[in-house]
């Protein structure tokens, strides 16, 4: 036979459908006893008796009234090999539907992880076209010298450190470079300081949609800045990907990180 | 004036907390916590005092409105 004379319908559609109880008996008129629940039945080939109309019950255990009563009184002297059978139906069975557990376990992983790259793909769209730390900023750093946003791009790969710390001051006024040395010393020894000019800073400040506002400066001409606490969570190609803010515990934040490291290269 | 280090900050919070403590303690009265009161004043920059201060009352009476319920006043009667 020709392989175009195959219909193919005729192939895939009794299989799809031996896969849904209660649709046995639209198929052949003879085999539809044979697609219930014991699937497992259907394909052995050993079980030729599955396969005759009226004989559906000459599977069960204990069928002793179908058989001459001779035949029986036999079958208990000799070694019976009824229950072995029976067991290795059972057996069958159950692999069969193990597997099509898992076939169906697979198939429902795979797309969900379709679902969840879809997801991941709109919320970057989304990040994009808020546009938050779009553009470039350049500032002082607490050794002073002048960095631009170009200078922290790079790649997530593991031969450097995932993540550089980044602290930019809301108040320029007072956080000079000398301030901001003595300032990120009790933090973490890569926390970079970034300060610069007022324009420079309220340039950054923009770009990354952070508001600040200095109070009234009282007699001694000290004054509390009130400000935006938030960390933002960067991508090595200046796209913002996260915030967390001070609700967010440290394993919460390094989780998210984990995530969005894990992610992204995925995506890249 | 230079902003206070990461030592003196943890000094000026844990006399705040301290401060806090006592007041929970006293029922709000500040007669009670002179001593804390002092203490916290003297180891917390003056805009912190105050902002801390502010804080604590907005802080009770988030916990008020949160346990008590919020009734809101009324408008202007219509003629």
Same mark, same amino acid.
């Given at each position: 036979?020709?392989?175009?004379?195959?219909?193919?319908?005729?192939?895939?559609?009794?299989?799809?459908?031996?896969?849904?109880?209660?649709?046995?008996?639209s198929?052949?008129?003879?085999?539809?006893?044979s697609?219930?629940?014991?699937?497992?039945?259907?394909?052995?080939?050993?079980?030729?008796?599955?396969?005759?109309?009226?004989?559906?019950?000459?599977?069960?255990?204990?069928?002793?009234?179908?058989?001459?009563?001779?035949?029986?009184q036999?079958?208990?002297?000799?070694?019976?090999?009824?229950?072995?059978?029976?067991?290795?139906?059972?057996?069958?069975?159950?692999l069969v539907?193990?597997l099509?557990?898992?076939?169906?376990?697979a198939?429902?992983w795979?797309?969900?992880?379709?679902?969840?790259?879809k997801?991941?793909?709109?919320?970057i769209?989304?990040?994009?076209?808020?546009?938050?730390?779009?553009?470039?900023?350049s500032?002082?750093?607490?050794?002073?010298?002048?960095r631009?946003?170009?200078?922290?791009?790079g790649?997530?790969?593991?031969?450097?450190?995932?993540?550089?710390?980044?602290?930019?001051t809301v108040d320029?006024?007072?956080d000079?470079?000398a301030?901001?040395?003595?300032?990120?010393?009790?933090?973490?020894?890569?926390?970079?300081?970034?300060?610069g000019s007022?324009e420079?800073v309220?340039?950054?400040?923009?770009?990354?949609?952070?508001y600040?506002?200095?109070g009234?400066?009282?007699?001694?001409?000290?004054?509390?800045?009130?400000?935006?606490i938030?960390?933002?969570l960067?991508?090595?190609?200046?796209?913002?990907?996260d915030?967390?803010?001070?609700?967010?515990?440290?394993?919460?934040?390094?989780?998210?990180?984990?995530?969005h490291?894990?992610?992204y290269?995925?995506?890249? | 004036?230079?902003?206070?280090?990461?030592?003196?900050?943890?000094? @000026?919070?844990?006399?705040?907390? #301290?401060?806090?403590?006592?007041?929970? &303690?006293?029922g709000?009265?500040? +007669?009670?916590? $002179?001593t804390f009161?002092?203490d916290?004043?003297?180891? @917390?920059?003056?805009?912190?005092? #105050?902002?801390?201060?502010?804080?604590? &009352?907005?802080l009770?009476?988030? +916990?008020?409105? $949160?346990?008590?319920?919020?009734?809101?006043?009324?408008?202007?009667?219509?003629?």
């Amino acid at each position: 036979k020709h392989v175009s004379d195959i219909n193919p319908r005729s192939v895939v559609t009794p299989l799809g459908r031996s896969l849904q109880p209660g649709l046995g008996r639209s198929l052949q008129p003879g085999l539809g006893r044979s697609l219930q629940p014991g699937l497992g039945r259907s394909l052995q080939p050993g079980l030729g008796r599955s396969l005759q109309p009226g004989l559906g019950r000459s599977l069960q255990p204990g069928l002793g009234r179908r058989w001459p009563h001779q035949q029986t009184q036999k079958r208990f002297l000799s070694q019976d090999p009824d229950p072995s059978k029976a067991r290795l139906k059972l057996r069958t069975r159950l692999l069969v539907s193990l597997l099509c557990g898992c076939g169906l376990l697979a198939a429902w992983w795979y797309v969900d992880s379709e679902k969840q790259q879809k997801l991941r793909m709109q919320r970057i769209k989304q990040l994009r076209k808020a546009a938050v730390g779009q553009g470039t900023f350049s500032l002082l750093d607490h050794t002073g010298r002048r960095r631009t946003k170009q200078d922290f791009l790079g790649s997530w790969n593991p031969l450097m450190p995932p993540v550089q710390p980044i602290f930019i001051t809301v108040d320029p006024e007072r956080d000079d470079v000398a301030s901001l040395a003595r300032y990120v010393k009790d933090f973490h020894p890569r926390l970079i300081g970034l300060t610069g000019s007022l324009e420079e800073v309220e340039h950054a400040g923009r770009d990354y949609r952070v508001y600040a506002s200095p109070g009234p400066k009282d007699e001694d001409g000290d004054y509390i800045v009130d400000h935006t606490i938030l960390i933002y969570l960067v991508s090595p190609d200046g796209l913002f990907l996260d915030y967390y803010n001070r609700m967010k515990s440290q394993d919460q934040i390094v989780d998210s990180v984990r995530n969005h490291m894990k992610n992204y290269t995925r995506l890249s | 004036m230079a902003a206070p280090t990461s030592l003196e900050r943890k000094i @000026c919070w844990s006399a705040r907390d #301290k401060l806090w403590q006592c007041l929970d &303690d006293n029922g709000g009265r500040v +007669e009670s916590c $002179q001593t804390f009161q002092s203490d916290f004043e003297a180891k @917390c920059p003056a805009q912190w005092v #105050k902002y801390f201060t502010k804080r604590r &009352d907005f802080l009770k009476y988030k +916990e008020k409105m $949160q346990t008590e319920g919020f009734t809101p006043a009324e408008g202007p009667k219509e003629s």
